[in-house]
């Protein structure tokens, strides 16, 4: 894959913006890179303002709507939240401001979550902002399903700081889903992985789930949920060999795009190439 400062120039590709607080959100445009390469793609990581999990609905939506203005102005065709937090707590505002087609992460989640449960009961896991916002019980209650959602604010800086299989992440794990997996829930068959550093964690948590659990990550669901949109936006006049080409990504970061490089190859899993820093006046 190769990176370009021209993006989206030269090129009748669609491009895709994808927004997210920080690194997190590279597990979703993972998922976009294996179902659509024939998108280039611009990543916004707002990694000097992150956590956004622990943040009010006010501030986040303000940071989300810069973000999404940025990405706008770069070229994206399309926006995807992958932010969990920030498609919670500001999904609508976001695509009144935006100017291009949104799409967030909460309803791909509930519709795959929708998909997986047998018994209708769900637990979802997410940030503090996420779980108190209910947008996750919201979405699972209009498709019919019990939802019970928990806030597990330690796991955020445990995966960043790699302890993806450490024995005091799977032990602090074990306590936050010993709490959701209990009294009503303890027979809930489907388990939302509500937060964008969660799939790191995906071997560890199927350890401290019950064994009849499936885990269900909204990154896949919302790379289907993009394509499908895609296609009203891909101009019929793009050949065969342009959507052959590899995607170009381009990578904005508001915080050091050493650190953006380092931590974002773990959640990305290739090497990150092209980051530049962003300056966002308050
Ligand atoms: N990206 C956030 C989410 O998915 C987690 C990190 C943060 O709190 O900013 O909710």
Known sequence: MSADHSLGARSRRPTIGVFDSGFGGLTVLKALLELIPGADYAYFGDTARLPYGSKSVETVARYAVEAAHYLESHGAQMLVIACNTATALALDRITAAAHVPVVGVIEPGAEAAAAATKNQKIVVIGT????????YRKALEARGLHAREKACPLLVPLVEEGWVEHSVTEQVARIYL???????????????????????????????????????DSAESTARAVASRLQQLVPATVDAEERRALPRLKFFATDSVEKFRRLGERFLGHPIEDVQHVDLKE
């Open 128 to 135: 503090e902002a996420t779980v108190s916002s209910h947008a």
């Open 178 to 216: 010993g709490e959701a997996f209990a009294d009503g829930f303890r027979e809930a068959d489907t388990l939302v992985l509500g937060c964008t550093h969660y799939p790191l964690l995906k071997p560890l948590l199927h350890r401290v789930t019950p064994g009849h659990v499936s885990i269900v």
